[in-house]
Every structure is written in structure tokens, then in C-alpha cells.
């Protein structure tokens, strides 16, 4: 299984809970009937729209409509579910074992519906030996934690066959959440997710940007254990990732927080010195959609072939995902672009310590030594040696050494 795939288990527990047991017994034998699902599609599309090229129409609370929660867990909380994962995997790549803890606090700012809460569930209990979970569920509609507590609470008893030493518990506040208004929470959490929630917050209002800081600053002060967490993802819009990215520099600038990743250092986004407004850094992983998005995208016409989204993990230890890579020789990379193959030459988009630069490898230049090159994907980190700069590029010459570090 790829760490993206979706259980099976939990897509069944959520066409039950939409649907209807019969529905839920048609899915376990293969293709649920479109009839079925055409009322939920319409739905889906209506707020896929929103969420992208009607944003200022986004009702405030719009999961308190059951449609519009309906349509959340069948098709937006399967898509966002492996994004939690590959964060939490990415941690699970620290050498220290940062996940590997007998008890584990989670607090899931603008939880929805539990997106971020249900994954992670699954990912502690199947991938480490965690032995007890906490989670606290915060949103301002509570007819979306109502949603939120049914369902981690259902999967929670479906995962105890196969852990069945693992508690788990849930507390779920009902609050609209603002820089200086944190209160109700309370303790020290290990992981802390706000997964698509900071786009939302102070939307459109001036200074919003600055206020997202403070807000990641301030969750940070009150809430973050020591050797804990926080972690960010958000829509991989130009837009949103952009904003994220200059929330980013403000955290770093202003606070004891560090970038554990993407980036694999803490100065300020090279991207946003030297790129251009076209440019945004954000992630996309190969997965496979489960069964009633790839029917919901047919009768949409959305493609949702790739999961793509914005990411930013913060620590306050100092610890970095490249401790993971430090054996590597020379200076390090990760890819915040695609490669691109022309005839002759192949480049990609690279960013380092202090730097954004295109990287250029000319077919004739190609050796043995250089040759890790060509496999760089997008999220790839790779060390490179010997490059020679140019003006407006980095050269892979002859004499270049590069190593990508392992998945
Ligand atoms: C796009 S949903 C994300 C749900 C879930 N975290 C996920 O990634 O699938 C954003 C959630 O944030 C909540 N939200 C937005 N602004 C909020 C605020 N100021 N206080 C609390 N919750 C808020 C909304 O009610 C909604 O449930």
C-alpha cells in the first residue's frame, strides 16, 4: 500500500454514513450506481468552485449545511487525508524517531470534519507503537465536530481489531478561532495540524497575513510541547500557496520557530527574492483516488489525478528533515519544480540555502556522476557537487557529482 492510499475500511464506514447501509453494501460489491451518487456530485462541484475560483463566495460555517458536509466527507476528506500522512511521514524520516512515543497529543485546529484527526489515527496506529492518542478537534461549526466525533470514533473501533492495546480519545471544542482567542484549549499538544484552515482565517480582512503569523506564533507559544510539531498544509493555489509562503517568513523572522520542511533551511524563501509572481512552491504526489472520487471527478469533470497541495512544518528544537541527509556530500537541494526535458537539455527548478535557481543539465554533459540528475521529481532532495553557476543559471556539467537521497 502507498502511504496515500486511502483505507478501504474508512471509505465504507463513509458511504454508510452519507449514503445509507444499502448503498454501503453496493460499494463493497464493486461500482456504486451514479444515481447514488449524483445528488452528492452536485454538491461537490458546487463547492470545489468555491474553493477555488469563487473563494469570495465561501460561506462562513458552510459545513453546517448537510449536503455541503455530506459531500466533505465523501470526496474532499478522502482527497486531504493523505496529505496529514505524508507530513507524519516525513517526521517519521527524522533520525531521532520523532513519532515513536507511547503517548501522543494531537490538537486538529479547524478540523472539519475530522480530516486530519482520522489520519493521523491511522497513521500512529499502524506506522509507530504509539499506545495512547489524545486528540482535541477544534472548529467553529459544531455540526461539522459532531460529524468529526462519529467518525474518528467509529474508525477508532474499527482499527482496535488490529491494535486493539491502542486508547484513543476525543474532546471536540466548539469555538471561532482568532489570534487572541485560544482559550478552552488547554495542555501541550505533540502534533499540531491546521489542515486548510489558514486561508480561511482573517480572509480578506487588511493585515491578514500578518494576523496568520501572530495566529502560528501564538498557537506555538500556548500549545506546542517542546519536541513538538505544528504542521500546515494548505490548497496548492497560486494564491494561498503564495500567502503561505510569506506567513512562512514572518514566523521564521519573528519567532523561536524553525522549518523542519519543506524547506531545508530557515532563511528567508529564496522563491519569493528571486522568482516571479508565477512562481509557488508547492507539492504533488502520485496517488490512487479511491473508488467514488474517480466517479464523482467523471461526472464533474475534475481531475484530481495527483494530490497537490502547500505544506509547512514548524519545530521550535532546531530539528530539520535534512538531519535525515546529512551523510550527503555537497550542497543541498530539494525540487520545487517539474523537470523539464528539451531537446539537448533537461532543467529543473531547485531550491537551497539561499537560493531558487533553474538547473540545467546539456545532454552532451551527462556522465555516470551526473546522471542522478535526470530522475529528480518534484519534492525530491538531492545533493550536488561541482555545479558551476551562470547567470541566470546552474550548470550540471562534466564535472558535477549529484546524489538524490533516498525516498
Ligand atoms: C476547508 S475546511 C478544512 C477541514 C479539514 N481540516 C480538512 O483539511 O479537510 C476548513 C475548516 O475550518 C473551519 N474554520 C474556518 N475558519 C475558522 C475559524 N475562524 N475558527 C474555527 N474554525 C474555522 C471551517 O468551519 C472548516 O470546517
Given at each position: 500500500?502507498?502511504?496515500?492510499?486511502?483505507?478501504?475500511?474508512?471509505?465504507?464506514?463513509?458511504?454508510?454514513?452519507?449514503?445509507?447501509?444499502?448503498?454501503?453494501?453496493?460499494?463493497?460489491?464493486?461500482?456504486?450506481?451514479?444515481?447514488?451518487?449524483?445528488?452528492l456530485a452536485r454538491a461537490v462541484a458546487e463547492l470545489s468552485a468555491r474553493f477555488t475560483t469563487e473563494r469570495n463566495l465561501l460561506p462562513a460555517k458552510y459545513t453546517d449545511s448537510k449536503a455541503a458536509r455530506a459531500a466533505y466527507l465523501l470526496y474532499f476528506l478522502?482527497a486531504n487525508?493523505?496529505?496529514?500522512?505524508?507530513?507524519?511521514?516525513?517526521?517519521?524520516?527524522?533520525?531521532?524517531?520523532?513519532?515513536?512515543?507511547?503517548?501522543?497529543?494531537?490538537?486538529?485546529?479547524g478540523?472539519g470534519v475530522?480530516?486530519?484527526?482520522?489520519?493521523?489515527?491511522?497513521?500512529?496506529?499502524?506506522?509507530?507503537?504509539?499506545?495512547?492518542?489524545?486528540?482535541?478537534?477544534?472548529?467553529?461549526s459544531?455540526?461539522a465536530?459532531?460529524?468529526?466525533?462519529?467518525?474518528?470514533?467509529?474508525?477508532?473501533?474499527?482499527?482496535?481489531?488490529?491494535?486493539?492495546?491502542?486508547?484513543?480519545?476525543?474532546?471536540?471544542?466548539?469555538?471561532?478561532?482568532?489570534?487572541?482567542?485560544?482559550?478552552?484549549?488547554?495542555?501541550?499538544?505533540?502534533?499540531?495540524?491546521?489542515?486548510n484552515l489558514?486561508n480561511e482565517l482573517?480572509s480578506g480582512?487588511?493585515?491578514?497575513?500578518?494576523?496568520?503569523?501572530?495566529?502560528?506564533?501564538?498557537?506555538?507559544?500556548?500549545?506546542?510541547?517542546?519536541?513538538?510539531?505544528?504542521?500546515?498544509?494548505e490548497p496548492s493555489l497560486?494564491s494561498t500557496?503564495?500567502?503561505?509562503?510569506?506567513?512562512?517568513?514572518?514566523?521564521?523572522?519573528?519567532?523561536?520557530?524553525?522549518?523542519?520542511?519543506?524547506?531545508?533551511?530557515?532563511?528567508?524563501?529564496?522563491?519569493?527574492?528571486?522568482?516571479?509572481?508565477?512562481?509557488?512552491?508547492?507539492?504533488?504526489?502520485?496517488?490512487?483516488?479511491?473508488?467514488?472520487?474517480?466517479?464523482i471527478?467523471?461526472?464533474i469533470g475534475n481531475?484530481k489525478?495527483?494530490?497537490?497541495?502547500?505544506?509547512?512544518?514548524?519545530?521550535?528544537?532546531?530539528?530539520?528533515?535534512?538531519?535525515?541527509?546529512?551523510?550527503?556530500?555537497?550542497?543541498?537541494?530539494?525540487?520545487?519544480?517539474?523537470?523539464?526535458?528539451?531537446?539537448?537539455?533537461?532543467?529543473?527548478?531547485?531550491?537551497?540555502?539561499?537560493?531558487?535557481?533553474?538547473?540545467?543539465?546539456?545532454?552532451?554533459?551527462?556522465?555516470?556522476?551526473?546522471?542522478?540528475?535526470?530522475?529528480?521529481?518534484?519534492?525530491?532532495?538531492?545533493?550536488?557537487?561541482?555545479?558551476?553557476?551562470?547567470?541566470?543559471?546552474?550548470?550540471?556539467?562534466?564535472?558535477?557529482?549529484?546524489?538524490?537521497?533516498?525516498?
Open positions: 500500500m502507498m502511504i496515500t492510499d486511502f483505507p478501504p475500511e474508512l471509505e465504507r464506514l463513509i458511504v454508510q454514513r452519507t449514503l445509507g447501509e444499502e448503498a454501503a453494501r453496493q460499494f463493497e460489491q464493486g461500482l456504486l450506481p451514479n444515481r447514488v451518487l449524483a445528488p478522502p487525508f493523505p496529505k496529514t500522512a505524508l507530513l507524519l511521514d516525513e517526521l517519521a524520516a527524522h533520525p531521532d524517531s520523532l513519532l515513536q512515543k507511547e503517548h501522543i497529543r494531537i490538537l486538529d485546529l478540523s475530522g480530516t486530519a484527526t482520522v489520519s493521523a489515527l491511522n497513521y500512529l496506529a499502524r506506522k509507530t507503537q504509539v499506545r495512547s492518542i489524545e486528540a482535541v478537534a477544534v472548529d467553529s459544531a455540526e465536530l459532531a460529524e468529526c466525533r462519529s467518525l474518528a470514533t467509529e474508525f477508532a473501533q474499527l482499527l482496535e481489531d488490529e491494535s486493539p492495546n491502542l486508547s484513543f480519545k476525543l474532546a471536540t471544542i466548539v469555538k471561532s478561532l482568532k489570534v487572541d482567542s485560544l482559550d478552552g484549549i488547554n495542555g501541550s499538544f505533540d502534533i499540531i495540524i491546521a489542515s489558514l482573517f480582512q487588511e493585515g491578514s497575513l500578518r494576523d496568520r503569523a501572530r495566529f502560528i506564533k501564538s498557537v506555538a507559544q500556548k500549545f506546542l510541547a517542546a519536541d513538538g510539531s505544528i504542521l500546515i498544509i497560486r500557496t503564495r500567502e503561505l509562503q510569506m506567513v512562512r517568513d514572518l514566523v521564521v523572522a519573528e519567532s523561536e520557530l524553525n522549518i523542519y520542511s519543506p524547506c531545508l533551511f530557515d532563511d528567508l524563501c529564496p522563491m519569493l527574492r528571486e522568482g516571479t509572481e508565477r512562481d509557488w512552491c508547492h507539492s504533488a504526489y502520485p496517488w490512487h483516488r479511491p473508488q467514488t472520487i474517480k466517479q471527478d467523471q461526472m481531475r489525478e495527483s494530490l497537490k497541495f502547500a505544506y509547512m512544518i514548524f519545530r521550535r528544537d532546531g530539528k530539520q528533515l535534512r538531519d535525515a541527509v546529512s551523510n550527503l556530500p555537497g550542497s543541498l537541494w530539494r525540487a520545487v519544480g517539474d523537470m523539464q526535458t528539451e531537446k539537448g537539455r533537461s532543467f529543473i527548478y531547485l531550491c537551497g540555502e539561499g537560493s531558487y535557481r533553474r538547473h540545467t543539465l546539456l545532454k552532451r554533459d551527462r556522465t555516470p556522476e551526473n546522471r542522478a540528475f535526470e530522475d529528480i521529481e518534484r519534492g525530491d532532495i538531492a545533493s550536488i557537487s561541482g555545479y558551476i553557476e551562470k547567470e541566470k543559471e546552474t550548470r550540471i556539467g562534466r564535472e558535477t557529482t549529484v546524489t538524490k537521497a533516498k525516498e
